[in-house]
C-alpha cells in the first residue's frame, strides 16, 4: 500500500472512512487501486470492501485509480459521498519520462449509503487534459474542498468548490492548478494557484527548503484565519519530502488567485509522503500519510513479509504561536517562522499526534529514565520533557535495544547543532538502510523540550515540541531487540 487517498468523517454514523492506494497481489508498486477502511475512533480499524479497482480493458482507467480525496455532502436530505480519483489510461508516469497523451484524467464515483458501495460516474472523466499537454510532468491526486476565504476574495458564494491538481511544466517546474465546480460534476479551469522553477529556493533564508521536479498529493486549508498549503515534492537528485506553506491569497491583474508563501517548513523530516488532509469529528486539521519500506540491499523482505507500506499515526495541524524574538535570517528554523511585529508573535505550522491516540495508553506507566531500562516491547510510546537546559546538551534515546547492543537504534537530540537525527548505523544486522534520518530542530531561549516517541515494530515516529516530526522504518532481526534507555 502507499498513499492516504481519501478520507472523511460521516456524522450520521459517527465514523471515519479512510482510503488508500493499494496494489492487488502483490508487494511491488503499479496496479493501484483504493482500499478503504472504517474507524469509530481513529485507533480501530476494520478493514472493509475496497471502493475502486482497475476499470475494464479500453476504459478510461484500466491502468490504474491513482490517489484523490473524498467529499462529503448532503444532496437532498440524502449523505453523498463523492469520491474523485486521477484515472490512468497508460504507464508509465513519470516526471523524468515523456508525457503519455492521455495518461492521467480526473475522474469521480459516488456512495450514498455511508461509502459501503460505490458508482463511477456516467459521464468520466470529469476533466480529461492537462494544460501543458506533452510538456507536463505530472497531473494527478485532486484534491476537492470548498475554501470560503478564497470565495470570499474573489466574491463568489461561500460554497463554491475547488479541485487543486498537481502538476508541472517540463523545462520550468511544479504548479498546482486550481479548479471550480457549483456542483461537484462540471469543473473548469480557473487558475495556476502556485508554481515555482525547479531547484529553487522558496525563500531568501539560508534555511529555505527547495522546490524540485514535480507535485504530488496538493491540498489546502484555512486554519485560525491563515492560508496553507501542503504538497509532496517529487525530487531529481535530492530526497523527495512534505512541504508546507504559510501565505496570502490575493487576486492578480487578471483577477485570478495567487498562492504567495510566507513561511514554510518540511511536515516529516523521514520517510513520510503522500499527506492527505481532511477534516475531523470537532472541525480540526487532521493529517495522514505513508510511511514506506526502507530496505534497500534487503528487497526480498518484502516478500517474505508478506506486505509492504503502511499508514502513518494520525497527526493533528495546528497553528503555533510564539512571543517574537530577535530576527536571525541564518537561524536553521528561521523559514518555519512568520513575523508579526504589530501583535509581537510569531507563528508557524504546528504538529502532534492527533489527540485520540491517547485512546491507545494502557495503565503501564514508567516515571524515569532509569526505570526504562526495563522495558521490552516493540510497540509503545514515550513521553518526556526536560526543563532547565543549556542549549548545548546531547541527549539519546536508545530503542529497538538488544541487550549488548548488538542492534540498537539511536534518537539523538543535539542542542548544540540544532538538529534531531535518529542513528540507523546498528540497527539491524541483516536488513533496511542504514543511513540516519534527520532534520533542523532549534529550541527558543528558556523552552523546554518536550518529545514524544512511537515505537510500532518497524515504525518509529518522533515528536517535538509541537512543531517537529521525523518518520522513518527499521527492522531488528534479533528476537531480543526489545530494550530501551
Known amino acids: 500500500m502507499n498513499d492516504p487517498c481519501g478520507a472523511a468523517y460521516i456524522p450520521e454514523i459517527k465514523e471515519y ?38 476499470g475494464a480493458p479500453g476504459s478510461y482507467d484500466p491502468h490504474g485509480v491513482f490517489s484523490g480525496s473524498l467529499v462529503s455532502r448532503v444532496v437532498n436530505n440524502t449523505r453523498v459521498v463523492y469520491l474523485f480519483y486521477t484515472s490512468i489510461s497508460a504507464l508509465p508516469i513519470h516526471w523524468s519520462k515523456p508525457y503519455i497523451a492521455g495518461c492521467e484524467s480526473q475522474s469521480l464515483a459516488c456512495s450514498t449509503d455511508f461509502g459501503h458501495s ?26 476537492v474542498s470548498t475554501w470560503p476565504s478564497l ?11 475547488y479541485m487543486l491538481v498537481s502538476s508541472g511544466k ?3 517546474g511544479p504548479e498546482l492548478v486550481l479548479y471550480e465546480s457549483d456542483d461537484l460534476l462540471s469543473w473548469t479551469e480557473l487558475c495556476v494557484l502556485f508554481e515555482a522553477p525547479s531547484e529553487t529556493p522558496i525563500s531568501q533564508h539560508p534555511s529555505s527548503l527547495h522546490i524540485s521536479k514535480n507535485f504530488e498529493c496538493g491540498a489546502f486549508f484555512t486554519l485560525n484565519g491563515k492560508e496553507y498549503i501542503i504538497t509532496a515534492v517529487e525530487p531529481g537528485s535530492a530526497t523527495r519530502y512534505v512541504l508546507w506553506m504559510c501565505g496570502t491569497l ?29 477534516r475531523g469529528a470537532k472541525n480540526e486539521v487532521l493529517l495522514s500519510g505513508w510511511a514506506d519500506e526502507d530496505l534497500d540491499a534487503s528487497p526480498a523482505l518484502k516478500t517474505t513479509q508478506g506486505w509492504s507500506g503502511c499508514l502513518t499515526l494520525p497527526r493533528e495541524l495546528f497553528t503555533l504561536s510564539r512571543p517574537l524574538t530577535p530576527a536571525d535570517p541564518d537561524a536553521v528554523d528561521a523559514h518555519l517562522w512568520a513575523r508579526d511585529e504589530v501583535s509581537g508573535t510569531m507563528t508557524t505550522l504546528g504538529v502532534r499526534p492527533a489527540r485520540q491516540l491517547r485512546g491507545l495508553r494502557s495503565g503501564s506507566m514508567i ?13 509503545y510510546e514515550i513521553e518526556a520533557r526536560f526543563r532547565g537546559l543549556a542549549g548545548t546538551e546531547l541527549l539519546t534515546f536508545n530503542i529497538r535495544q538488544s541487550p549488548a547492543d548488538e542492534e540498537v537504534t539511536r534518537i539523538i537530540f543535539s542542542l548544540a547543532t540544532h538538529s534531531i537525527s535518529i ?10 538502510r542504514r543511513t540516519p534520518d534527520s532534520g533542523p530542530f532549534k529550541l527558543q531561549d528558556g523552552e523546554d523540550l518536550h518529545v514524544r516517541v512511537f515505537v510500532d515494530n518497524s515504525i518509529l515516529e518522533v515528536y517535538a515540541n ?12 534479533r528476537p531480543d531487540a526489545l530494550g530501551a534507555s
Open 466 to 477: 509541537g512543531r517537529f516530526a521525523l518518520s522513518t522504518r527499521v527492522y531488528p532481526s
Open 367 to 379: 516515571y524515569s529514565l532509569e526505570a526504562l531500562r526495563h522495558l521490552r516491547s516493540k510497540a
Open 17 to 54: 472512512i479512510l482510503c488508500y492506494q493499494w496494489h492487488p497481489g502483490t508487494v511491488e508498486p503499479g496496479n493501484s487501486a483504493w482500499g478503504m477502511a472504517r474507524s469509530k475512533d481513529l485507533i480501530t480499524w476494520v478493514d472493509c470492501f475496497p471502493p475502486l479497482r482497475n
Open 118 to 143: 460505490w458508482h463511477r460516474y456516467q459521464n468520466n472523466p470529469v476533466l480529461s487534459e492537462p494544460r501543458h499537454g506533452p510538456s507536463t510532468t505530472g497531473w494527478r491526486d485532486p484534491f
Open 250 to 278: 490575493s487576486l492578480n491583474p487578471a483577477g485570478t488567485p495567487t498562492f504567495t508563501p510566507l513561511s514554510h517548513g518540511a511536515l516529516d523530516h523521514g520517510i513520510y509522503y503522500g499527506p492527505h488532509v481532511f
Open 423 to 432: 542513528d540507523r548505523s546498528h540497527s539491524s544486522l541483516l536488513h533496511g
Open 151 to 161: 470565495s470570499a476574495l474573489r466574491g463568489t458564494r461561500p460554497g463554491t468548490n
Open 170 to 172: 517540463r523545462g520550468r
